[in-house]
């Protein structure tokens, strides 16, 4: 559904976006993330046909963003950084007239809008001007606007900013559910949790170039290695990691607790649990310490700058 190959713009001698290259699926949601500047709302103006790239190509819904712009626009839903909100309209009439625009008849246009308010909370705000939105609300009709058409592909930009926790449930659970029909999503956002819990595939980009691109899981042991396991039990450990240490590499250990890291926990787990239980000893838990998209982002970030700064290369 997006498609882009070494995707670049330049302004004279400012690299923007260099040469990136994306691959989203049909039921996917990527999440493309960095630092403000690294080049995430660029890329996003060129999927959109906003922007037209320096050099490379790319393709959203099938069209290609260069020599077919009108079909992309009818074809994606995007959310930006500034809503462009006429604010002395009232809501029906803002989405009434971008239902025009999309070519919606009013009977479908209405509903779709009647039905979008309600799933985003802002049915008891009909009859307001925008002017009188809360930041949360406005970003809430701004992406009622965006999925307005039912497009097939959706591009927003920090989806769920400004908007209270229990607003911001209401966005992610939508993505999800519109995922599952088949809708490709790219999402940059700075809120490394969320990204975390929606995305399929997860780029990260810094200085106009991606740096690493992936799923969480791949991310993640590429950064710390095979999962770290920590086994508590019940009493002391009485020598335990010695017992052990035929089957795991035991890392650090406590009165009670152990950790190792383990490449095939589906085959290690269950024969150390059955030698613990041997030696007669009861378990207490045994599970993965769960590391986080924000460890992960800030060390592949930090690897980045120092390669850059051992090459001397500065843009």
Do not use: C
Request: hydrophobic share 40%; glycine share 6%.
């Amino acid at each position: 559904m997006i498609e882009a190959f070494e995707l670049s713009k330049s302004y004279d001698d400012f690299i923007a976006v260099d040469t990136v290259n994306l691959n989203v699926p049909a039921g996917t949601v990527f999440a493309l993330l960095g630092p403000n500047g690294a080049g995430k709302t660029t890329t996003v103006r060129m999927l959109t046909s906003i922007l037209a790239p320096t050099s490379g190509s790319a393709r959203v819904a099938g069209y290609d963003v260069t020599r077919q712009p009108e079909q992309v626009r009818a074809h994606v839903g995007v959310l930006t950084e500034q809503h462009g909100l006429y604010e002395r309209m009232k809501a029906l009439e803002y989405l009434e007239f971008f239902g025009r625009v999309y070519g919606l008849g009013p009977a479908e246009r209405k509903r779709r809008a009647l039905s979008l308010m309600e799933r985003f909370g802002l049915e008891d705000a009909l009859d307001k001007r925008l002017g009188e939105y809360s930041k949360g609300m406005k970003q809430k009709l701004a992406l009622t606007r965006a999925m307005l058409h039912n497009p097939p592909v959706l591009l927003l930009d920090e989806p769920t900013s400004a908007m209270d926790p229990q607003s911001a449930r209401q966005v992610r659970d939508a993505v999800i559910e519109l995922q599952r029909d088949a809708r490709a999503f790219l999402i940059t956002t700075h809120n490394l949790s969320e990204a975390q819990e929606l995305a399929h595939h997860i780029a990260i980009i810094r200085r106009g170039r991606i740096i690493a691109s992936g799923s969480f899981e791949t991310l993640s042991q590429r950064i710390a290695g095979d999962p770290l396991m920590e086994l508590r039990i019940v009493g002391e450990m009485n020598g335990l990691a010695n017992d052990v240490a035929d089957l795991v590499t035991v890392e650090a250990s406590g009165k009670d607790w152990l950790r190792y890291r383990v490449r095939e926990p589906q085959v290690v787990n269950p024969a150390l649990v059955r030698r613990v239980t041997d030696l007669g000893l009861q378990i207490l838990t045994l599970a993965p310490l769960s590391r986080t998209l924000e460890e992960v982002y800030l060390q592949i970030m930090h690897e980045d700058e120092t390669k850059e700064n051992a090459n001397g290369n500065y843009r």
